[in-house]
């Protein structure tokens, strides 16, 4: 068995992506332009989400799991439609949306998946 992990874009405080056993876990990523609305800040996570998977290896297809963080539940719909022509919808992921208070006020979004290589 394999146990090299390997770690992506390590900070200080975290990875964006950590590697190992054949398994993609990806931190909780939020979008860029906070200016934008809650649909475009997901569809912003989503695509960070597919770099972070390629550069691991991977792709969407393979998400085993994924947990939103909802500034506002109010929005989940919103997110769903992103989400929805986002996803792979043969392989859907077990997933979890939650509310939940965010690192900024302007953070409407953030996504968490778990991928298999």
Not at 1 to 29: Q, T, W, Y
Not at 55 to 66: V, W
Not at 71 to 86: F, G, M, Q, V
Not at 90 to 114: D, F, W
């Amino acid at each position: 068995m394999n146990h090299d992990i390997v770690r992506h874009d390590k900070g200080p405080i975290m990875s964006s992506a950590v590697e190992c056993n054949g398994m993609v876990f990806l931190a909780g990523l939020i979008a860029d332009d906070t200016s934008k609305g809650v649909r475009a800040q997901t569809e912003q996570v989503l695509s960070k989400i597919d770099a972070l998977l390629t550069a691991c290896g991977t792709n969407k297809s393979r998400l085993l799991s994924a947990v939103i963080y909802l500034d506002d539940i109010r929005d989940k719909e919103e997110i769903n439609k992103a989400w929805l022509s986002w996803m792979d919808p043969s392989h859907p992921p077990a997933r979890a949306c939650v509310q939940a208070s965010l690192a900024t006020p302007a953070t409407l979004v953030e996504i968490m998946v778990v991928a298999a290589k």
